[in-house]
């Protein structure tokens, strides 16, 4: 099922679009750590693990998606 993007409007594209950049820029990050590009501290933000950090960039990045195909 492919999204309509031109029956959305203003404020929700917005956050659609940006949740799939969000969502896309996590997993970038994520398969960067795996493949050794990065580590996984250089993520850690106040005491808790960069892993965790990452996953909540992706939850946050997913949250907006949905918010921004939410039908009326």
Same mark, same amino acid.
């Given at each position: 099922m492919a999204y309509n993007f031109? #029956? @959305?409007m203003g404020l929700r #594209?917005? =956050?659609? =679009? $940006?949740?799939i950049a969000t969502l896309t820029? @996590?997993?970038l990050l994520f398969f960067g750590? =795996?493949?050794g590009l990065f580590e996984f501290e250089s993520f850690s933000l106040f005491g808790y693990s960069?892993?965790? @950090?990452?996953a909540a960039i992706?939850? =946050?990045g997913c949250l907006f998606a949905a918010i921004g $195909?939410?039908?009326?």
């Amino acid at each position: 099922m492919a999204y309509n993007f031109e #029956k @959305s409007m203003g404020l929700r #594209k917005t =956050l659609l =679009l $940006s949740g799939i950049a969000t969502l896309t820029l @996590s997993l970038l990050l994520f398969f960067g750590c =795996l493949i050794g590009l990065f580590e996984f501290e250089s993520f850690s933000l106040f005491g808790y693990s960069g892993l965790r @950090s990452l996953a909540a960039i992706a939850i =946050l990045g997913c949250l907006f998606a949905a918010i921004g $195909s939410w039908d009326d």
